[in-house]
């Protein structure tokens, strides 16, 4: 009876060592787990600030969008039409006084 004691001892001391290398393997795995995790954490945050940035910038070009619109729609009037050709050609309406300013080139 006492080589059945022998393979007893041989037998649960295997059973610890197998036991112990799987708890060894099953949390070198939720340890990576854990890191991949807290990685796809800081990208999601990242990914949502890049996100909000973007949202922002849709706006200010819609904004933008918005006056250029007005302009063009501005550009098409006679009123505009009418205060280009006084800037830029100098015209002037019928019975319009224009004054202008008296240099001195000595």
Request: glycine residues 4%.
């Amino acid at each position: 009876m006492s080589r059945p004691k022998s393979r007893r001892k041989k037998s649960n001391r295997n059973n610890y060592i197998g036991m112990a290398a799987t708890l060894g393997v099953v949390l070198i795995l939720f340890g990576i787990l854990v890191y991949k995790s807290y990685n796809l954490n800081e990208r999601l945050n990242m990914y949502h600030t890049r996100a909000e940035t973007l949202q922002k910038e849709i706006e200010t070009q819609k904004d933008r969008t918005e006056e250029i619109d007005q302009l063009r729609a501005y550009m098409a009037t006679d009123e505009y039409a009418e205060a280009a050709a006084r800037e830029k050609l100098g015209l002037v309406k019928e019975n319009e006084i224009v004054f202008r300013e008296q240099t001195n080139d000595d």
